[in-house]
T-cell receptor
Framework: SQQGEEDPQALSIQEGENATMNCSYK?????LQWYRQNSGRGLVHLIL?????REKHSGRLRVTLDTSKKSSSLLITASRAADTASYFC???????????FGRGTSLIVHP | EADIYQTPRYLVIGTGKKITLECSQT?????MYWYQQDPGMELHLIHY???????EKGDLSSESTVSRIRTEHFPLTLESARPSHTSQYLC??????????????FGPGTRLTVL
């Protein structure tokens, strides 16, 4: 499988700062998704980026994809306490409908 | 908020009991999934279904079973619960778009504790 590996495992910042999380994977992908999980809850889809895209924006989120380095980054600008959550990348490949999730980055934003 | 529901949200039971975790979605999605997740860890796929009467085992070996008799319903059953089954169980659904471009919608999860 081509499990995504998020880095760092944990990140602690102050409100207003930017948060950057990275995801690396092993083999070719069709797309990569980022999800957020609040403590004790299910995951919520944030953004999908296709393998032929390099950058995508959604509100305060910016995702980049570098297929040559097999890596992606998620940037959250002007973070808020409500952004405190775990963030997972999930890779999709071939015709599979089943994404492969990484271990996640735990983000804590202090008010 | 996704229209996918899981019950119960929390369950504490004794070893050897039979349990069924319920999952229902109202989005008409063909694809449904069960994941197991320990605190602070990655998601492990334990079962999935591509449609009615279709079920497959996932990457993580599991002693649970699933059924898919109706599109909207995908229950997971443990015949004899053990302490090693203590975990969070997440149900998800998705459309099956060409090229694997899909978004998974997750339920709130069931936190199971087996004593």
């Amino acid at each position: 499988s081509q499990q995504g590996e998020e880095d760092p495992q944990a990140l602690s910042i102050q409100e207003g700062e930017n948060a950057t999380m990275n995801c690396s994977y092993k083999t070719s992908i069709n797309n990569l998704q980022w999800y957020r999980q609040n403590s004790g809850r299910g995951l919520v889809h944030l953004i999908l980026i296709r393998s032929n895209e390099r950058e995508k924006h959604s509100g305060r989120l910016r995702v980049t994809l570098d297929t040559s380095k097999k890596s992606s980054s998620l940037l959250i600008t002007a973070s808020r306490a409500a952004d405190t959550a775990s963030y997972f990348c999930a890779t999709g490949a071939g015709g599979s409908y089943i994404p492969t999730f990484g271990r996640g980055t735990s983000l804590i934003v202090h008010p | 908020e996704a229209d996918i529901y899981q019950t119960p949200r929390y369950l504490v039971i004794g070893t050897g009991k039979k349990i069924t975790l319920e999952c229902s979605q109202t989005m008409g999605h063909d694809k449904m999934y069960w994941y197991q997740q320990d605190p602070g860890m990655e998601l492990h796929l334990i079962h999935y279904s591509y449609g009615v009467n279709s079920t497959e085992k996932g990457d993580l070996s599991s002693e649970s079973t699933v059924s898919r008799i109706r599109t909207e319903h995908f229950p997971l059953t443990l015949e004899s619960a053990r302490p090693s089954h203590t975990s969070q169980y997440l149900c998800a659904s998705s459309e099956g778009l060409a090229g694997g471009e899909y978004e998974q919608f997750f339920g709130p999860g069931t936190r199971l504790t087996v004593l």
